[in-house]
């Protein structure tokens, strides 16, 4: 069974200050998703991770992923607040069909 | 852009009634699910729809639950007898293959 964790849980940081949230999984994974959370809203999907060594950037973010370590980084630079959200990292593996989520950093971003 | 949509957005009702949620996924996505997401928690998956049948489901998806796609449109979640702790925010998702498209959701209050 994949089991996921992110950590941090809860980061406050200010703008212009770079920072990387973490995500560790138990098992092999076929793919790593990050997701965005607005309070109240839907899971805006960020990036998706298929192979070791996989990195993708969007604009102040990049997501990398290191099968061998089992850990994808997700990491911002030179934060403003609009990238304040909950960011969530979700693996698929095991077999399984349904994504594994894990807890969601909750991330502010101080102006 | 093709989005998933999901009614009602809120639902209130009574401990022991039935609640049918309703979805649409991205019409040619092949692949359907549920997940939950009680508040400020992780999300989680109940359950995946392939082919006009179940393909998993999880733990929490007990007989209390069912799906369908009663047409080539819409594919429901009904909750047969709700309790207290199926208050959750429900997402409906689908995919081609690959990235998952969340709805906004249906937020449920059973009280």
């Known amino acids: 069974e994949l089991k996921v964790e992110q950590n941090p849980l809860f980061l406050s940081m200010q703008e212009g200050k770079n920072y990387t949230i973490y995500c560790n999984y138990s098992t092999t994974s076929d793919r790593l998703y990050w997701y965005r959370q607005d309070p109240g809203k839907s899971l805006e999907s960020l990036f998706v991770?298929?192979?070791?060594?996989a990195v993708k950037q969007e604009g102040r973010l990049m997501a990398s992923l290191d099968t061998k370590a089992r850990l994808s980084t997700l990491h911002i630079t030179a934060a403003v607040h609009d990238l304040s959200a909950t960011y969530f990292c979700a693996g698929l593996g095991g077999g399984a069909d349904g994504l594994t989520f894990g807890k969601g950093t909750h991330l502010i971003i101080q102006p | 852009e093709p989005e998933v949509t999901q009614t009602p957005s809120h639902q209130v009702t009574q401990m022991g009634q039935e609640v049918i949620l309703r979805c649409v996924p991205i019409?040619?996505?092949?692949?359907f699910y549920w997940y939950r997401q009680i508040l400020g928690q992780k999300v989680e998956f109940l359950v995946s729809f392939y082919n006009n049948e179940i393909s998993e489901k999880s733990e929490i998806f007990d007989d209390q639950f069912s799906v369908e796609r009663p047409d080539g449109s819409n594919f429901t979640l009904k909750i047969r007898s709700t309790k207290l702790e199926d208050s959750a925010m429900y997402f409906c998702a689908s995919t081609p293959g690959l990235e998952a498209f969340f709805g906004q959701g249906t937020r449920l209050t059973v009280v």
């Open positions: 991770l298929l192979s070791n060594g």
């Open positions: 019409s040619n996505h092949l692949y």
